[in-house]
């Protein structure tokens, strides 16, 4: 009988995944218990933290009331005031002796009586408008101590939403501006700003250039005319006594040109400038060009020069510029808002001479430093006054600007080639032009335009403007950076306020 074989036994399974189970259950349950403490823990520092600011704020509060209760004990402490009650006269006897047992006056006593503390002067807190019921010489004496001004312009806070306290009873005043199509997008700032700061003025100015603007101003159009320069004496005379520049805002002229394979800025100096727009200089080779500009290799090309065709102000500031760096320039050129020009090709506005250096190779003119920067033209650095060549940006106009030591008498004058290392030589400045010649006569209210204005409503539009290029010359220069405009230096700006309100003073009397 075969034997049966038995099978062995076969040893009991290992239980891995039990274990691994109950170990990832203890990790994750040791994880969230952390995380809660650490939760805990935060949100009790951050309580302990809120607890010790409170703590501390109220310790300052308790520190400042002790403070100032100490000073006022300090101030009335040890002043001893006898103060002595006055008794009936009595009637005088001849040697009259007091009676056998009669009182005796009482002993006065000191009282403490505080030390009254002085009232330290305010300043009145005045809102652009509340002059109104001044007298148009009080009005100028009170805007010829100009404001404090931080260098930045940094604007005092002033309720911008609130309307001025003033006397108009709800009159409204309007000023007609026209002129300078520069200036044109800071004048649109200004007057919403100052419209916000007293709803009742509204200042309307129209951009359609500066000779219109100046022949409306002649013709009693308009309040005020924006230039793009001062006028000369011919221009003084026709229009009579009265007449000031208010210098409001800094302009500049850039040389550009078309090299594209010149990678380097090019350098420009006074006489290579004024050898180009003469004619004189007519190849990029040129050893004045060279000179200028060491190491810079540049084309055999022609120079083509490009100018404006139109009246402008961009080239009364490029040639009143060469006027005072090239004596050739001046016997041959001159200065103006349109010259005959000795070469070249000729464009309307700035984007007509734009539009022919793109086409031009090797070709060279000039525009207003606003549009060079903004459609990213190649334009140069220009050598100024001190020998170091000078870009244009709202920096080097103010350094120009600020040169200006002594303001001429009628606030006429120009910035070209003005000294300083960082100052750019050819800055111009935009001047509002306004009359002076107020009347004293009662108000009456406004209506019509500007031609059919009696001599009342003249002087009411007349000491508005005053008040806004009061205004103007000190908050409203915080608006000119943001704008791509250069600020008028502090110090320039205070120097024109004196000047400007000092003839206004003299004018009125």
């Known amino acids: ?17 039990e274990i691994n189970i109950s170990f990832r259950l203890s990790w994750n349950t040791a994880i969230a218990a952390v995380a809660i403490l650490i939760a805990l823990a935060s949100a009790y520092a951050v309580i302990n933290a809120r607890r010790a600011a409170a703590r501390a704020i109220a310790l300052a509060e308790q520190a400042q009331k002790d403070a100032e209760q100490n000073k006022t004990t300090s101030n009335t402490e040890g002043l001893t005031i006898p103060v002595v009650q006055p008794r009936e006269a009595e009637p005088k006897l001849a040697e009259a002796k007091p009676e056998t047992g009669s009182k005796t ?10 030390r009254p503390t002085p009232a330290i002067p305010q300043a009145p807190s005045v809102q652009y408008g509340e002059r109104w019921s001044n007298t148009p010489r009080e009005l100028m004496a009170s805007a010829a101590e100009p404001a404090p001004v931080a260098d930045a312009y940094e604007p005092a806070t002033l309720p911008v939403n609130e309307p001025a306290q003033h006397s108009r009873r709800g009159r409204s005043v309007q000023l007609l501006g026209a002129g300078s199509t520069y200036a044109n997008p800071i004048m649109q700032k200004w007057a919403g700003d100052f419209r916000a700061l007293d709803p009742e003025l509204v200042v309307n100015y129209q951009s359609i250039g500066t000779g219109a603007g100046f022949k409306q101003f002649a013709a009693g159009t308009v309040d005020f005319s924006a230039i793009d320069g001062p006028l000369n004496d011919q221009e003084m005379q026709r229009l009579g006594r009265g007449t000031i520049h208010v210098p409001a805002m800094l302009n500049a002229v850039v040389p550009i040109y078309n090299l594209p394979t010149v990678m380097e800025k090019v350098r420009f100096s006074p006489e290579m400038l004024a050898g180009i727009f003469l004619g004189k200089i007519t190849r990029w080779t040129d050893p004045v060009i060279a000179a200028a500009n060491p190491g810079v290799l540049f084309p055999e090309l022609d120079i083509h020069v490009v100018h404006r065709t139109d009246s402008c102000s ?13 004596p050739d320039w001046v016997n041959i050129v001159k200065k103006g808002i349109s010259v005959s020009w000795p070469v070249g090709l000729g464009g309307k506005g700035n984007s007509g001479v734009v539009e022919v250096v793109r086409q031009e190779l090797g070709a060279v003119g000039y525009v207003n430093w606003q549009d060079a920067t903004s459609q990213h033209l190649s334009s140069g650095s ?14 080097s106009l103010t350094q120009a600007a600020a040169s200006i030591n002594d303001l001429p008498v009628d606030l006429r004058f120009t910035l070209s080639n003005a000294p300083g290392l960082r100052s750019y030589p050819i800055t111009g400045i935009t001047f509002l032009l306004a009359r002076t010649n107020i009347v004293r006569t009662d108000i009456q209210p406004t209506a019509r335009d500007a031609s059919e204005m009696t001599p009342q409503e003249q002087m009411l539009r007349q000491r508005e403007f005053f008040e806004f290029v009061n205004w103007m010359l000190d908050r409203g220069q915080a608006d000119m950076k943001p704008m791509n405009y250069a600020p008028l230096p502090h110090s320039l700006a205070v120097k024109i306020r004196q000047r400007l309100f000092r003839q206004e003073q003299a004018s009125v009397r």
Do not use: F, Q
């Open 314 to 326: 961009d080239t009364y500031i490029l040639t009143d510029y060469l006027s005072r760096v090239s």
């Open 105 to 114: 006056a009482p002993a006065v006593e000191p009282v403490m009586v505080p």
């Open 382 to 395: 220009v050598r100024n006054a001190a020998g170091l060549y000078v870009s244009a940006d709202s920096t």
């Open 1 to 17: 009988m075969p034997e049966t074989s038995v099978p062995p036994r076969p040893n009991p399974p290992s239980r891995p995944n």
